[in-house]
């Protein structure tokens, strides 16, 4: 099907409002859920970033490719195009891009290896299996060029969150919790919502909150403006339990009330992406941050999330021809479901979201 404009006009075109999620191509012409386009979008990331791991791309041309998979989905629907092709086919582009230039049969092979869980050492460069898959890369990547009309260029909150960590120190717990977060935004549609300094500091917000514990300051207040306390005297022998680090990131990037709204609802929506998740035998610290209350502020505002478990199961029992296409050279099958996540080391304490293969 032809590509479906839905830019709005602003500063860029690929910002969007929340409600334009429902009317994407994969809604409005092939009747897919909201909330099974977000489930496969979340899947296509994450094997995005099993195939870049594997290749040992830069964590910057994965943030590209992650957000032209998302940009591609708001022109095309999932039900013409499987979002392993796509995600394979955005790697691809990146590394021309990104200057971290790959060949493409080591780029099929290492699709291949992931699709079929065979071992890439026992898949040949000249295979039937490899030659399809560098076909398929090939005839979506002319498609992917065309929804992103050229337009290559894309900021990340990853690189927000680095000028704010070095403004503002706050011990590595905090920092790699943020990043970690960040690199899980991918998994949502974040970046074609809010700008990168709107996700960046609601990583770093969520992070604090998450690190700090349920006895600090709640996400409200440390996303209120002015600060609660900010109109009553405080006593010098009284320090005031909103001043310092709890306000940080909403104090470096100065924002108006307008982006603060936006904030609160990039937050909501990372709390709503966390508690989608199937958490039994995860650690118990990601169980702690998908129960973070969300901003009050997001209430009003219809979820766009269901249980995971709940949309793969009722996946599994809809008719063929209502799934999305399976894979070009392995008809049925599905990524394993890991933990590969671009950028720094995460700590003991806090692990990406790893979903559990449907």
């Not at 899947?43 to 957000?67: D, I, N, Q, W």
Request: glycine share 6%; charged share 20%; net charge negative.
């Amino acid at each position: 099907m032809g590509a479906t404009n839905l830019a709005v006009s602003t500063s860029s075109q690929w910002m969007f409002p929340l409600s334009a999620l429902h009317h994407t191509p994969s809604r409005a012409t092939s009747g897919i859920p909201l909330e099974k386009e977000l489930y496969d979008r979340s899947r296509g990331v994450e094997f995005l970033y099993r195939l870049g791991v594997s290749l040992g791309l830069p964590s910057s041309a994965m943030y590209t490719a992650a957000t032209w998979f998302h940009r591609f989905y708001m022109r095309y629907s999932m039900e013409d195009y499987h979002r392993q092709d796509v995600a394979a086919s955005c790697i691809f582009l990146a590394t021309k891009t990104e200057e971290c230039g790959r060949k493409l049969r080591d780029v099929a092979k290492v699709v291949c290896s992931k699709v079929s869980h065979i071992d890439i050492a026992k898949i040949k460069d000249d295979s039937k299996e490899v030659e399809e898959c560098q076909t398929s890369i090939l005839l979506t990547e002319e498609v992917l060029l065309e929804g992103l009309c050229f337009d290559f260029v894309v900021d990340s909150p990853q690189a927000d969150l680095v000028d704010l960590f070095e403004a503002c120190p706050n011990g590595g717990h905090i920092e790699e919790c943020a990043w970690s977060i960040a690199n899980d935004s991918y998994r949502t549609p974040l970046c074609l919502l809010y700008p990168p300094k709107i996700i960046a500091a609601a990583c770093y917000v969520l992070a604090e909150r998450a690190i700090e514990g349920p006895q600090s300051s709640s996400l409200d207040d440390r996303i209120a403006s002015p600060a609660p306390s900010a109109s009553l005297p405080t006593p010098p022998s009284h320090k005031s339990p909103w001043s310092g680090t709890s306000r940080r990131a909403i104090e470096h990037f100065g924002f108006n009330e307008t982006e603060l709204a936006n904030v609160a609802d990039a937050l909501s929506i990372l709390l709503e992406y966390y508690g989608a998740q199937d958490l039994q035998g995860s650690c118990e610290f990601l169980s702690s941050v998908a129960s973070i209350p969300p901003p009050h502020s997001s209430a009003h505002r219809e979820k766009l999330y269901k249980p995971f478990a709940h949309v793969a199961a009722a996946a599994a029992t809809a008719p063929v021809n209502a799934a999305t296409p399976e894979h070009a050279i392995s008809q049925g099958a599905t990524p394993s479901q890991g933990g590969s996540t671009p950028g720094k080391p995460v700590s003991g304490a806090w692990k990406p979201v790893s979903e559990p293969a449907p």
